[in-house]
């Protein structure tokens, strides 16, 4: 096994990236404000028990199978916090119109009726409810009744009829046949431009749903397309210039097939298709979360489908990625990228994981730095989505292995062949950091992160300084880099979860890369090396 080394660069760098990271979560702890609750106070199964026994107590139904997912009211937390309305929201609405809750899927097998219900994850309280069943065939309720109805129904959820106004929601068309839909809007206590506004469905016979929602302006709901229109274009334009430097790497291999060495990245290949396509199966909660009006078993199955076919052709690209990368810096007679035959693999790898393990502590303090000035200086705020949540997974204690996907795929793209490719057009080291970290940035403003062009700048500069990390370390130094920043930052995400098993996988993971490092270094110490020639043969092998 290699001697521990101590690169003092590198120990100072990882040093400043604690000590801002920590000023940082001071900093963030020192804010007096409430903030929307996160972690569930109760568990999936308790919410399905919640529903049930509201769906036997209002519909008769005493036996139905359930399926429960966490779900957010993106829109309307993006407004609370652009306009600085949270304080206000928690103190007047949150408690019954929380913005994160469960939505339990509940259907009688012996009836077919379908129902979605809502369940505050805070308490169990029922906070809304609709029936998906098709038409009886019975007439509609007529504008009376249903009037009538609906402000019996207010009442029992303890609201005053009278602070509320019937108004009409343009382009809105009963769901089903032979449904009447009513919309109320609450007169006081608007937030902002926003007010509560409440929608009841109606059969021939009865209420069917109840759900509230608020009226977000146009202004902001307009402002809020333009942004993700803005972060749809910079993935398309990410992925374009990433297919092209695809193609560039299939004209390389052809071009200079007699150098390359197509063994070079079938295993990391293997390795990112294995987690990537098991995540997939893992995410079947979060596909499920946004099927809209679709069957939901039928949605999600079909969104692995075509997702796993996308992996696949991903899995072609970083193939294509790692042999053209690898091939044209020894052409370059600049290798980044050790073979496991050679002596220096274990010294390299090893040497690799605690430079990764310092840069991604440096990291981690500079991401920090960003977030908080973006906040503090140009309003950038998030919002929780469902299908990137833990909470969406069927197993999240698998989610935080995407890190070695993240690491392995993009390493390989941006800078292993991405830096190589923009020197031999730009001959600058600069450019051929820049570009690609600006592409690969370009990929990530989806996230729901806003103002948009944030992400953009952010990831831009992680890139740069990953760009610089792989010209002077090299290739497994980069991947180290990433993928400890990255099974860090998921490791802890496992914490929100609460359990005490949940934290030790957590503290496994961030520890992951360590492990992994220091297994390789140990197996490639024990391999035996070939026979050089003239040696006699060994006794072992006689």
């Known amino acids: 096994m290699p001697s521990i080394r101590l690169n003092r660069f590198l120990l100072t760098l990882s040093v400043i990236g604690l000590l801002l990271y920590s000023a940082i979560s001071f900093l963030y702890g020192r804010e007096t404000e409430p903030e929307l609750p996160d972690t569930p106070a109760i568990t999936k199964g308790q919410a399905a028990d919640s529903a049930l026994a509201f769906l036997k107590d209002r519909y008769r139904v005493h036996q139905a199978d359930t399926y429960v997912v966490y779900q957010s009211k993106k829109e309307r937390s993006g407004y609370l916090q652009k306009e600085g309305l949270i304080v206000a929201y928690l103190s007047a609405y949150n408690e019954r119109y929380p913005i994160d809750y469960y939505e339990v899927s509940a259907k009688e097998d012996s009836t077919g009726r379908n129902f979605i219900v809502d369940i505050n994850y805070m308490n169990s309280a029922v906070i809304g409810w609709r029936e998906l ?29 009278a602070d509320f106004t019937p108004v009409e929601r343009a382009g809105t068309e ?31 016979t009865e209420l069917i749903g109840y759900i509230a929602g608020f009226s977000l302006p146009v202004s902001y709901t307009a402002w809020l397309e333009k942004q993700d229109a803005s972060a749809s274009r910079m993935t398309w334009i990410s992925l374009g210039f990433s297919l092209i430097m695809t193609l560039a790497a299939i004209f390389y291999v052809i071009r200079y097939r007699k150098a390359m060495r197509f063994s070079r990245g079938l295993l990391l290949t293997a390795i990112y298709l294995l987690i990537y396509i098991g995540n997939n199966f893992n995410m079947y909660p979060a596909f499920r979360s946004v099927s809209g009006d679709m069957d939901p078993n039928l949605a999600a199955w079909a969104s692995i489908i075509i997702m796993n076919i996308i992996t696949v052709l991903m899995g072609i690209s970083l ?52 977030f908080y000035a973006g906040e503090l200086r140009f309003d950038v705020w998030s919002v929780n989505d469902p299908t990137d949540s833990v909470l969406n997974m069927v197993k999240p204690q698998l989610f935080p292995t995407m890190a070695w996907v993240a690491a392995i795929s993009e390493e390989a793209t941006y800078r292993l062949l991405g830096v190589v490719l923009f020197k031999k057009l730009f001959r600058s080291n600069f450019i051929a950091v ?29 890139g740069i300084i990953l760009g610089y990390v792989f010209l002077k370390y090299g290739f497994i130094t980069a ?29 496994l993971y961030i520890a992951l890369p360590g492990l992994v490092g220091w297994g390789l270094a140990w197996l490639h110490a024990k391999r035996r090396p070939p026979l050089t020639r003239g ?5 072992e092998g006689l």
């Open 535 to 539: 040696e006699p043969p060994r006794l």
């Open 319 to 370: 193939y294509l990625a790692l042999v053209a990368g690898e091939g044209l810096w020894r052409l370059k007679e600049q290798p980044k990228w050790p073979f496991w035959k050679e002596g220096a693999f274990g010294r390299d790898v090893f040497y690799g994981m605690g430079r990764g393990y310092l840069l991604a502590l440096f990291i981690l303090g500079i991401q920090q730095v960003l």
């Open 479 to 507: 991947l180290f880099a990433h993928a400890c920043m990255d099974s860090i930052l998921m490791g802890l995400s496992l914490f929100s979860l609460g359990g005490t098993f949940d934290w030790m996988i957590g503290l």
């Open 133 to 161: 069943s098709g038409s009886t065939g019975e007439a509609p309720m007529n504008a009376g009744k249903a009037d009538t109805l609906a402000k019996v129904e207010m009442r029992q959820q303890g609201l005053d009829p």
């Open 174 to 204: 009963d769901r089903v046949a032979g449904q009447t839909t009513r919309y109320y809007e609450k007169q006081s206590q608007p937030l902002g431009e926003a007010k509560l506004q409440l929608q009841f469905d109606f059969d021939g």
């Open 434 to 462: 820049l570009l690609p970290s600006v592409i690969w940035a370009a990929s990530h403003t989806q996230y729901p992160i806003y103002p948009v062009y944030t992400r953009l700048i952010e990831v831009t500069i992680i």
